[in-house]
């Protein structure tokens, strides 16, 4: 892993800078001022409940957690930290997704932990483990540090043994924060503690009363007999919002940012963490990805991108990058943003060699690859993300890599895979994008009014040029069509619209420019002419 967020140029800026990673661990320093106490190691901590696959939302949360503790160390000259990304998987399955096979299955275990319910895709012991290692196979391809805890391993084990006895020696502190803010029907079933029954198996939502708390017994109806069981060694787990503080408390963690949906959670688990003789972490309130209708994204409904779908059309950088920006407010995650997001992030990248150490620390490709133990790349790309995708959108859906390639070959000298293997993988995204939410949508139109005569200008004026011409000239000559007022376009705009719809089949488009230089003078020359034929 590279050292770059502690590189001797950044000690100083970091300290004042106003990046958000920066920011959120300035509230590390201030909590401990002179080091975490027995110079133990600084605790970050991400939570997943897996009982749906995980999506970017999921991801991101390490993302960014990951950001803010190597903000931490760089503020601190390199302090020592660990990430724990913990899975609550003793959980019991409440629904069942709706993006999973075998629903009828899975309906017979409503209930019982998530790794007691045999996995529905055929592969791992069970569906949590199954996407348990969904999250982790990601979390490793992307480079994060991290230590993953399950949460049934912790409990079974009789880890968590301690903390649950402290629990039930404050069962009541619990219920008088808890209580008031639940309604009268729920109040009158709640318990902080949930047994894990003999009988059924099934993680029960009953009253229970406290028998013994040094020894972990407690009384409750199960299937109509009142029995008494001890919640030691996975006889039983916790109500999440106890959970979590009871995990804050126990594992003494630092930091741990959650959604604006958990807000109100968030404040009862820092009372109750309390009411257990610990302290809530630090952490920020990170605003929710909506799909593109503006609703919120759902493991269960399944409405959100999955990570696989990201990377199909686009970088693993690009991700990460849409990740960073802005996590106070609300974005709509889709497919439409990706190669906007694949392209800021070059043009960020772009940025990065010659900026001041200040501006390179507000800069997000900075946090991206510091996130990924990375420097961040010095290589620059010929072409744009949005550029490539006009390129094989015309050339077709039939189009090959090797065809791509030889076209690139014309306007960039010596492009080729082993050169740009990032343009290599970038290409193949285009491609699938332009497959599945391109080519389906093309539609070019008719050149109307003073269009067609100013199409038949531009290709008079391309059949002059020499093929190696520079797309600066190609533009000036874009742009003094467009101008000429017997045409009829009220600003350039307009006469840019009239090329990407009448040439492209789309609304919007490139530079026209660079696209004629790398398309081709002559192969543009032909789309001309089918335009106006």
């Known amino acids: 892993m590279t050292d770059l967020h502690l590189h001797p140029s950044l000690r100083e800026p970091a300290q004042t800078s106003k990046a958000w990673p920066f920011e959120e661990a300035r509230k590390l320093v201030k909590r401990y001022p002179g080091g975490k106490p027995g110079g133990d190691p600084v605790l970050f901590e991400t939570g997943y409940g ?14 960014r957690t990951t950001m803010v503790r190597r903000a931490y160390e760089a503020l601190t ?7 724990v990304a913990f899975s609550d998987d003793m959980d019991g399955l409440r629904k069942v997704p709706d993006n999973v096979p075998n629903g009828d299955m899975l309906r017979e275990y409503l209930g019982k932990p998530l790794t007691a319910i045999p996995d529905p895709f055929g592969k791992f012991e069970s569906f949590a483990h199954h996407n348990n290692a969904m999250l982790r196979e990601f979390l490793d391809r992307f480079g994060f540090e991290y230590e993953f805890v399950s949460s049934t391993e912790r409990y079974r084990s009789g880890a968590f043994d301690h903390a649950l006895k402290n629990v039930l020696r404050h069962n009541q502190d619990i219920l008088d924060i808890m209580l ?82 958990l807000t109100d959670s968030g404040t ?61 407010a609300a974005k709509q995650l889709h497919i439409g943003v990706v190669p906007k997001a694949v392209d800021e992030y070059l043009q960020m990248r772009g940025n990065y060699p010659a900026q001041e150490p200040d501006k390179k620390l507000g800069n997000p490709v900075h946090h991206v690859h510091v996130a990924r133990g990375q420097d961040v790349p010095a290589t620059e790309l010929p072409v744009t993300f949005g550029l490539l995708l006009n390129l094989v959108g015309v050339m077709g859906a039939d189009a090959s890599k090797e065809q791509i390639w030889r076209y690139l070959g014309q306007y960039v000298e010596g492009a080729d895979a082993a050169t740009y293997p990032e343009l290599d993988r970038l290409i193949d995204n285009a491609m699938a994008y332009n497959r599945d ?26 059949a002059t040029l020499p093929a190696d011409a520079s797309a600066d000239d190609i533009q000036n000559i874009v742009y003094e069509i467009g101008k000429n007022e017997a045409y009829g376009f009220e600003n350039l705009r307009d006469w840019f619209k009239a090329l990407y719809e009448t040439l492209l089949g789309s609304s919007a488009g490139p530079r026209m420019g660079s696209f004629i230089a790398l398309f081709g003078i002559d192969n543009t020359r032909r789309l001309i002419a089918e335009a106006l034929a």
Do not use: C
């Not at 897996?50 to 993302?63: A, R």
């Not at 972990?216 to 109806?221: A, I």
């Open 50 to 63: 897996p009982s749906g696959l995980p999506h970017i939302g999921t991801f991101n949360e390490v993302l």
């Open 77 to 83: 000259g390199g302090a020592a930290t660990r990430l």
């Open 180 to 261: 008031p803010t639940l309604r009268a029907e729920r109040a009158a079933t709640y318990s902080p503690i949930l047994p894990v029954s003999p009988k059924s198996g099934i993680v029960l939502q009953v009253p229970v009363t406290v028998v013994d708390a040094d020894a972990g017994l407690v009384s409750f109806e199960d299937e109509g007999e009142t029995i008494t069981h001890s919640i030691l060694g996975g006889g039983a787990k916790l109500q999440w919002k106890v959970d979590w503080a009871m995990r804050w408390v126990a594992l003494g963690v630092d930091y741990e940012m959650y959604g604006k949906d």
């Open 268 to 328: 009862q688990s820092g009372k109750i963490a309390k009411a257990l003789g610990g302290r809530k972490p630090e952490g920020l309130i990170y605003e929710m990805f909506l799909d593109e209708k503006g609703e919120k994204i759902s493991k269960s409904k399944g409405n959100g991108l999955s990570i696989e779908e990201w990377l199909s059309y686009g970088s693993e950088e690009s991700l990460a990058f849409f990740a960073f920006r802005e996590p106070k």
């Open 437 to 462: 939410y391109v080519a389906p949508t093309l539609n070019r139109r008719k050149p109307q009014g003073g269009e067609g005569p100013a199409l038949k200008e531009l290709d008079d004026k391309l």
